[in-house]
């Protein structure tokens, strides 16, 4: 069980809005950690899609956005396109374990 | 080009041990700090260590403390696993990962290709 929580799966149709939702607790994401998104395409390794809750890397479109507020982060992409279908990931890091945390994963599937 | 490259995996029997190493060009890892992440087969990713750029902090995920040893020789510009006491839960992809800052909070904007490592009989 992993200490970020997050659905396992979403979808949405193309050109739709979906969100990911990630949620921590008081140890993590709710004592002010910051946020960080990840894309794995099927075989591939990760790939940083939104750093410090909402900044995205050079490269990354914009339909990508990320926020946090609390104890939850979540990540919104918009306008989805048959290329964004991949498993997403968010991290954090934990005071209480003394190291980076990561969600369980999202895998997004486009109807 | 930026770019970290593992090896070092391999199928190995339970109880054995495994060093892994993650070399870096296109920058100099001094200045960063370095994971190392897993991913067991179909399933999500896992924290496994860290270390900050002059090895001051180093962290282990709980599943691993006292059978895994990061490290770094920021000389060759390289990162180390070095994995004893393998159990079969071990099994996965490692990812070696470079963090934005030289401390694990600012984001993993580097990633290998991985290393498989096999843990069975």
């Known amino acids: 069980q992993s200490v970020l929580t997050q659905p396992p799966s979403v979808s949405g149709a193309p050109g739709q809005r979906v969100t990911i939702s990630c949620t921590g607790a008081s140890s993590n994401i709710g004592a002010g950690y910051d946020v960080h998104w990840y894309q794995q395409l099927p075989g591939t390794a990760p790939k940083l899609l939104i750093y410090?809750?909402?900044n995205r890397p050079s490269g990354v479109p914009d339909r990508f956005s990320g926020s946090k507020s609390g104890t939850s982060a979540s990540l919104a992409i918009t306008g989805l396109q048959a290329e964004d279908e991949a498993a997403y990931y968010c991290?954090?890091?934990?005071?209480?374990?003394?190291?980076?945390?990561f969600g369980g994963g999202t895998k997004l599937t486009v109807l | 080009e930026v770019q970290l490259v593992e090896s070092g995996g391999g199928l190995v029997k339970p109880g054995g041990s495994l060093r892994l190493s993650c070399e870096a060009s296109?920058?100099?890892?001094?200045?960063?700090?370095l994971n190392w992440v897993r991913q067991a087969p179909g399933k999500g990713l896992e924290w496994v260590s860290s270390?900050?750029?002059?090895?001051?902090?180093?962290h282990y995920a709980d599943s691993v403390k006292g059978r895994f040893t990061i490290s770094r020789d920021n000389s060759k510009n390289s990162l180390y696993l070095q994995m004893n006491s393998l159990r079969a839960e071990d099994t996965a992809v490692y990812y070696c990962?470079?963090?934005?800052?030289?401390?694990?909070?600012?984001?993993?904007?580097?990633w290998g290709q991985g290393t498989t490592v096999t843990v069975s009989s």
């Open positions: 270390i900050t750029g002059g090895s001051n902090y180093i």
């Open positions: 410090v809750n909402s």
């Open positions: 991290q954090s890091y934990d005071s209480s374990l003394s190291g980076s945390v």
């Open positions: 990962a470079r963090d934005q800052g030289s401390n694990p909070l600012n984001g993993m904007d580097v």
């Open positions: 296109g920058f100099t890892i001094s200045g960063f700090s």
